[in-house]
T-cell receptor, first 113, second 116 residues
Framework: AQSVSQHNHHVILSEAASLELGCNYS??????LFWYVQYPGQHLQLLLK??????LVKGIKGFEAEFIKSKFSFNLRKPSVQWSDTAEYFC???????????FGSGTRLQVQP | GAVVSQHPSRVICKSGTSVKIECRSL??????MFWYRQFPKQSLMLMAT?????????EQGVEKDKFLINHASLTLSTLTVTSAHPEDSSFYIC????????????FGQGTRLTVV
């Protein structure tokens, strides 16, 4: 069965620091990859997604992610975080033949002013 | 993006009673809906997948007689937790997708269920 691993459970950064959140998946076939964000008290929102093409994907709010097929990774990055980026971040994967997303355990990002 | 509305956002019920949670797609037709359960500080675990007009497909370990899912229309799916017990207390999240081929899904705001 496919699985998704997020290595960082809780990350604390100061404003303007750079961010990289790790995500690895286990499925060996064709996958679609997503990063979702959940702000406190709100529903999950899509940050960015990768289906095919350029492995460097740019999303909303200055986030980007790079798909490295050989490493089964899809790490999320942002060069300079803001206090408003404080949230829970989830990596998710879907592959052909499976209709639902499989989520990682999430990373809680806390940005200190 | 598309909007998925989930109701209620919080519910407290007595042990042994049933609770119904609604999930509506407000501006698109959801051919497929998903129900997830999220435990504190853990990931979203898929409970079941439903297509409009057909029976839901439950994940292994999820009791279909306890968690009744109905997807009677293209804009509404309901999850009924029957004979609820304290261990059913959790955060339930629905998700909806417009076509089988379009893999981006949209999420409701979740329902916090507390069984006392």
């Amino acid at each position: 069965a496919q699985s998704v691993s997020q290595h960082n459970h809780h990350v604390i950064l100061s404003e303007a620091a750079s961010l990289e959140l790790g995500c690895n998946y286990s499925y060996g076939g064709t996958v679609n990859l997503f990063w979702y964000v959940q702000y406190p008290g709100q529903h999950l929102q899509l940050l960015l997604k990768y289906f095919s093409g350029d492995p460097l994907v740019k999303g909303i709010k200055g986030f980007e992610a790079e798909f490295i097929k050989s490493k089964f990774s899809f790490n999320l990055r942002k060069p300079s975080v803001q206090w408003s980026d404080t949230a829970e971040y989830f990596c998710a994967v879907i592959h052909t033949g499976r209709r639902a997303l499989t989520f990682g355990s999430g990373t809680r990002l806390q940005v200190q002013p | 993006g598309a909007v998925v509305s989930q109701h209620p956002s919080r519910v407290i019920c007595k042990s042994g009673t049933s609770v119904k949670i609604e999930c509506r797609s407000l501006d698109f037709q959801a051919t497929t809906m998903f129900w997830y359960r999220q435990f504190p500080k853990q990931s979203l675990m898929l409970m079941a997948t439903s297509n409009e007009g057909s029976k839901a497909t439950y994940e292994q370990g999820v009791e279909k007689d306890k968690f009744l899912i109905n997807h009677a229309s293209l804009t509404l799916s309901t999850l009924t937790v029957t004979s609820a017990h304290p261990e059913d207390s959790s955060f339930y999240i629905c998700s909806a997708r417009s076509t089988p081929e379009y893999t981006e899904a949209f999420f409701g705001q979740g329902t916090r269920l507390t069984v006392v």
